[in-house]
């Protein structure tokens, strides 16, 4: 039996046939698929009877482990996570965002292993945008702009206490630990080259992780940072991934953006993952790195800093065209900005009801993170805004793939 690598079409990713992924596999064929691995940046193998154990041995024929932070492992194997989500849970889908894995660790992850337990009959597509081909693409004005700056990536959006997955995170089946070591920095290059390939990627995104770029105001830095997301995730660099049950997916964090996605409200979704780590011996160039965190002040301001919400007409101002560039919402939303009023969502349509409520938002302009301490509603999508504060009665609204 030889092996199949059958390209399918889209902006990346091919699906590999002729080979039986619960049995060894030889050096010779590992070589042949880590050259369609660099090639392709998402490898599909359908129809692998996999167990956990299976799962683990073909997951290191791509390298060692790394470290999953803030996601509680299986039992039995501290290796794998289960992306799960139970038929009557109703939390927001988990990493329904665009982002690389863990990109705010020293040495980010090369690649990240999907195996399929228990796939819903519709929905829960995983969304895969190649970055070779959006640097490619790229205006060469943007491209200017972006060349060799380095960008803050942090977890902090996500898994500090105050993230969309801390303390507030309620109803989750998988057991996510929220810590402060979310509040970590790491700067990275935007344009990155591949460390096996060396050919240029743009590397991670606003949308997770990128908090800032060194060397620039804060504002400056996310407004740069924003538009360059709103590029690099186009339909034209987008593969939809459909799953099938006990299939494998092994994607490049190095290469490609990736992201969940809902739709299969009452049905129950289950895939194991593990986590690849990059190998820094076999980077053609050399990394570098540069760590620095938050100060405590800083992080203390995070905690501090409440600024009650005026100006909705600001906000409506601002949502308008945020929402049109996001093509308008699949599900209705409602965002409750409690004196400012209650946004109703509905495609394109932006309806504003008048509402007194007992709102802050707590935020540190530094940090740009938002927190609702106030009764903030998000029916059927992620809140993934991000707010900017500009004097306390206007506010800037920078919504990022809310679905
Ligand atoms: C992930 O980001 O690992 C999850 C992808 C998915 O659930 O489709």
Known sequence: MSIQVTPNGEACGAIVAGIDLSNPVSSEEIAEIRKAWLEH?????????????????????????????????????????????????TSPIFADIWHTDWSFQEVPPAGTCLYSVDVPPE?????????????????EDLRKRLEGKYAFHSAMMG???????????????????????????QAHPIIRQHPESGKEAIFGTAIAYMVGIEGMPQKEGMDLLME????????????????ENNMLVIWDNRSVL???????????????RTTVADDVSRWKEKPVM??????????????????????????????????DTFGGFPNPVKMNFGTAGVFHISGKDIVREDRQADCTISMAP??????????????????????????????????????
């Open 41 to 89: 940046h998402v490898l599909i193998f359908p129809k692998q009877v996999l167990t956990d154990d299976d799962l683990e041995r073909v997951s290191l024929y791509f390298g060692e482990f790394g470290v999953d932070p803030f996601i509680k492992p299986i039992e039995g194997h501290k290796n794998i996570i289960a992306i799960q989500r139970e038929a009557d849970e």
């Open 123 to 139: 929905g829960g597509d995983t969304l895969y945008a190649n970055q070779h081909l959006a640097l490619e693409k790229m205006p």
């Open 159 to 185: 898994y500090s206490k105050k993230g969309s997955y801390g303390d507030k995170d309620e109803g989750r089946s998988m057991v996510i630990e929220a810590s402060d070591d979310a509040l970590e920095k």
């Open 228 to 243: 360059l997301q709103r590029w690099q995730v186009q339909e034209e660099f987008v593969y939809r991934h459909k799953w």
């Open 258 to 272: 990736h992201k969940a996605t809902g739709g299969y409200e009452g049905y129950r979704r289950e895939l194991h």
């Open 290 to 323: 540069r760590n620095t965190s938050i100060s405590e002040d800083q992080s203390e301001s995070v905690a501090k800093e409440r600024i009650s919400i005026s100006g909705a007409d600001d906000i409506m101002a601002q949502l308008k065209p945020a929402v």
């Open 366 to 403: 530094e940090v740009f993170e938002l927190v609702i301490n106030g009764d903030i509603d998000v029916m059927g999508a992620v809140m993934e805004g991000k707010v900017q504060v500009e004097g306390d009665s206007s506010i800037a609204i920078s919504l990022q793939g809310l679905f």
